[in-house]
């Protein structure tokens, strides 16, 4: 996603946020070492630095992002196919596939996308595991095809796009026409955790470069999660 990584410590800490906790009581399996074919496709991201993952483990994630509130902004997704952008190790991804027709894992890290095809098949049930498909993408691009999902979902990931307004024009051309978005990030406040409060976005910002995208029904909530706000809007 347009450089998605705009500084190393801040690339750190994504590895490590967007690859916390799969599996329903928030642990992290470690992630398999990149493979010797993909060196090229992960020159972007640094390597992971032990220990970052397993200290933000320990703030309960599910408890304070309250994931499935989150989901119930969504509405019913029996029907949808939902890209999950910066789907690490598919904290939100393995939850959409119990509830929507299909879900796109996508990530910039093959480490992530590999490791998320071998943790649905402990997850999901046999008749569930059909219904998601991880992929890998490029910073600049979510590889979702024209018209392809009907909701997209960027959890914990907007603040390290760097042209975020473009990614944002870029990302209406995989949505359905009517298609939905919802945006999960840090309030720019102190708390007790999250990233650096310099690279985190405010919400009227976030706000106004959806507007500047050209999405409509921008409908924001800062009040439902304790650190983070939710935006939803329609291509």
């Given at each position: 996603?347009?450089?998605?990584?705009?500084?190393?410590?801040?690339?750190?800490?994504?590895?490590?946020?967007?690859?916390?906790?799969?599996?329903?009581?928030?642990?992290?399996?470690?992630?398999?070492?990149?493979?010797?074919?993909?060196?090229?496709?992960?020159?972007?991201?640094?390597?992971?630095?032990?220990?970052?993952?397993?200290?933000?483990?320990?703030?309960?994630?599910?408890?304070?992002?309250?994931?499935?509130?989150?989901?119930?902004?969504?509405?019913?997704?029996?029907?949808?196919?939902?890209?999950?952008?910066?789907?690490?190790?598919?904290?939100f991804s393995?939850?959409?596939?119990?509830?929507?027709?299909?879900?796109?894992?996508?990530?910039?890290?093959?480490?992530?996308?590999s490791h998320?095809?071998?943790?649905?098949?402990?997850?999901?049930?046999?008749?569930?595991?059909?219904?998601?498909?991880?992929?890998?993408?490029?910073?600049?691009?979510?590889?979702?095809?024209?018209?392809?999902?009907?909701?997209?979902?960027?959890?914990?990931?907007?603040?390290?796009?760097?042209?975020?307004?473009?990614?944002?024009?870029?990302?209406?051309?995989?949505?359905?026409?009517?298609?939905?978005?919802?945006?999960?990030?840090?309030?720019?406040?102190?708390?007790?955790?999250?990233?650096?409060?310099?690279?985190?976005?405010?919400?009227?910002?976030?706000?106004?470069?959806?507007?500047?995208?050209?999405?409509?029904?921008?409908?924001?909530?800062?009040?439902?999660?304790?650190?983070?706000?939710?935006?939803?809007?329609?291509?």
């Open positions: 996603m347009r450089n998605f990584f705009p500084a190393p410590g801040a690339a750190l800490f994504i590895l490590s946020l967007i690859g916390l906790s799969a599996c329903r009581n928030d642990s992290a399996p470690a992630l398999p070492p990149p493979s010797a074919d993909t060196t090229d496709q992960s020159s972007d991201v640094p390597p992971r630095k032990p220990g970052i993952a397993d200290d933000y483990l320990n703030t309960n994630r599910v408890i304070w992002q309250k994931p499935d509130l989150v989901l119930q902004q969504l509405g019913d997704l029996k029907d949808k196919t939902v890209a999950d952008i910066g789907a690490g190790t598919g904290f393995l939850r959409l596939a119990s509830v929507a027709k299909k879900v796109i894992a996508i990530d910039i890290d093959p480490r992530f996308v998320l095809d071998s943790l649905k098949k402990l997850e999901l049930p046999t008749d569930i595991q059909p219904r998601l498909e991880t992929r890998l993408a490029k910073p600049n691009d979510p590889n979702l095809r024209p018209n392809e999902a009907d909701v997209v979902v960027i959890v914990n990931t907007y603040m390290y796009i760097k042209d975020r307004v473009g990614y944002l024009r870029n990302l209406k051309n995989g949505l359905s026409d009517g298609g939905r978005l919802l945006i999960v990030d840090f309030k720019k406040k102190r708390m007790p955790l999250g990233p650096p409060q310099d690279i985190r976005v405010p919400l009227f910002l976030a706000e106004d470069e959806l507007y500047e995208a050209g999405y409509r029904d921008i409908a924001t909530n800062d009040t439902s999660l304790d650190y983070q706000y939710i935006i939803t809007a329609r291509k």
